[in-house]
Nanobody, 125 residues
């Protein structure tokens, strides 16, 4: 599976962005998907995850109520809708795919086998 993120950019605090992650391959629907983010000098941080069917989602406390993960298996795409953005949301955002089943979700980056190249999100104050 190859993953390509898009939709990042420079926005002001309080604005919204929608990230997309397009996947290649016919097995996309069999993978759970996650979004992570990373800033220089820090470890990659879990943001959100969604199961293969799209029926279960899970969020980091820092984004709960502001971010929404969704997927369209017919389009081989997973999305991250980010509302009420804060300067501390500034990071390089990655999508990732895993064939593992985790409860409540795969929160650790080493559970994910496939990664995109990342898309930069910068939120100014």
């Amino acid at each position: 599976v190859q993953l390509v993120e898009s939709g990042g950019g420079l926005v002001e605090a309080g604005d919204s962005l929608r990230l997309s992650c397009a996947a290649s391959g016919r097995t996309f629907a069999s993978y759970a998907m996650g979004w992570f983010r990373q800033t220089p000098g820090k470890e990659r941080e879990f943001v959100a995850a969604i199961n293969w069917r799209g029926s279960t989602t899970y969020y980091a406390d820092s984004v709960k109520g502001r971010f929404t993960i969704s997927r369209d298996n017919a389009k081989n795409t997973v999305y991250l809708q980010m509302d009420s953005l804060k300067p501390e949301d500034t990071a390089l955002y990655y999508c990732a795919a895993t064939d593992m089943t985790c409860v409540p979700a795969c929160l650790r980056s080493n559970f994910y086998r496939y990664w995109g190249q990342g898309t930069q999100v910068t939120v100014s104050s």
